[in-house]
């Protein structure tokens, strides 16, 4: 039986694993969100060719697919999406200011994204969930006297 104040080591080592798995979904984006934060990346044009749509209940979450070409040329990708388009933000075969910072699948719009607010908060979870873990002292934990010490 474990004592008052104490942890299930089994516990822990599920937080354990927890964090790490949101550190893992994190990390892989961090260089692509914090240039699309800064609006750091290659510019040119992103040309809208379709609009896809799917429908949840009471909602509807659209993003403009088309190709993009970067201002010197060197880059053009198809079957790009961009980043924060919705229905109504472009019409197909109108030409957009674009952003190419890297990310796979899409480019950003010219002042960039806040996307980076989620990787941040799944990184500060997996921290806090170690803290609390390992770190932070345990309520009802005592102390060890040192009767030695006093006599």
């Known amino acids: ?7 299930s080591p089994a516990f822990t080592v599920a937080l354990t694993l927890f964090a790490c798995l949101l550190a893992y979904l994190a990390t892989p984006n961090l260089g692509t969100v914090v240039r699309a934060a800064r609006a750091d990346g290659r510019p ?4 809208p060719r379709e609009l896809s749509c799917i429908q949840h209940p009471g909602h ?8 993009f070409r970067s201002d010197d040329g060197a880059v053009v990708r198809s079957g790009i999406e961009m980043y924060g388009s919705d229905r109504a933000t472009h019409r197909a075969g109108e030409p ?5 910072v890297g990310a796979a699948n899409r480019v950003y719009g010219p002042s960039g994204s806040n996307e980076w607010v989620v990787t941040a908060l799944l990184l500060a979870s ?3 969930i170690l803290w609390f873990s390992y770190v932070k002292p345990r ?5 060890p006297r040192v009767a030695a010490a006093r006599e």
């Open 44 to 47: 040119g044009v992103f040309v």
């Open 126 to 128: 997996a921290a806090a």
């Open 60 to 67: 509807e979450s659209c993003v403009w697919i088309g190709e």
């Open 96 to 100: 957009a200011r674009a952003l190419d």
């Open 139 to 143: 309520r009802g934990a005592r102390r």
């Open 1 to 7: 039986m474990k004592a008052p104040g104490r942890r």
